[in-house]
Nanobody
Framework: VQLQAYGGGLVQAGGSLRLSCAAS?????????MGWFRQAPGKEREFVAA????????YYTDAVKGRFTISKDGAKNTVYLQMNSLKPGDTAVYYC???????????????WGQGTQVTVSS
C-alpha cells in the first residue's frame, strides 16, 4: 500500500489543522494499525497517534492527548489526524505509516508516506 500524507501548513499557536493520509494500491486491512509520527529538525521520529483499522481503538502519546484526534474513513481508505490547540512544540514533519500490529516503535512500521510539514508560530 502507498501512503500519502497531506494537509500541513503554517498556523498560529492555538490554531488547528487536519492532516489526511490516503492509502492507495490496496485497501487497508482490518488487522493493520495506522500510525502518525512526527520528526522535528535534529530529533528522532516520534510516535504521535495510532488507530487499529478494524476497530475503534486509538492510541496517543501523552503530549497530544486531549488535543489531537485520530480517525479513519474506511470507504475512503484514509486516516486523519485532527490537531487542535497547536503549540510551537508541535512543529515537525508529520508522517503516516502502517504496521501489522500496535506498536509505538517506528521501526515496526512500513509503507511510510511522504511527510507533510506542520509549522506552529508563537
Amino acid at each position: 500500500v502507498q501512503l500519502q500524507a497531506y494537509g500541513g501548513g503554517l498556523v498560529q499557536a492555538g490554531g488547528s489543522l487536519r492532516l489526511s493520509c490516503a492509502a492507495s494500491g490496496r485497501r487497508i486491512f482490518s488487522s493493520n494499525v495506522m500510525g502518525w509520527f512526527r520528526q522535528a529538525p535534529g530529533k528522532e521520529r516520534e510516535f504521535v497517534a495510532a488507530i487499529r483499522w478494524g476497530t475503534v481503538l486509538t492510541y496517543y502519546t501523552d503530549a497530544v492527548k486531549g488535543r489531537f484526534t485520530i480517525s479513519k474513513d474506511g470507504a475512503k481508505n484514509t486516516v486523519y489526524l485532527q490537531m487542535n490547540s497547536l503549540k510551537p512544540g508541535d512543529t515537525a514533519v508529520y508522517y503516516c505509516a502502517a504496521a501489522t500490529g500496535y506498536t509505538r516503535d517506528p521501526r515496526e512500521y512500513n509503507n511510510w508516506g511522504q511527510g507533510t510539514q506542520v509549522t506552529v508560530s508563537s
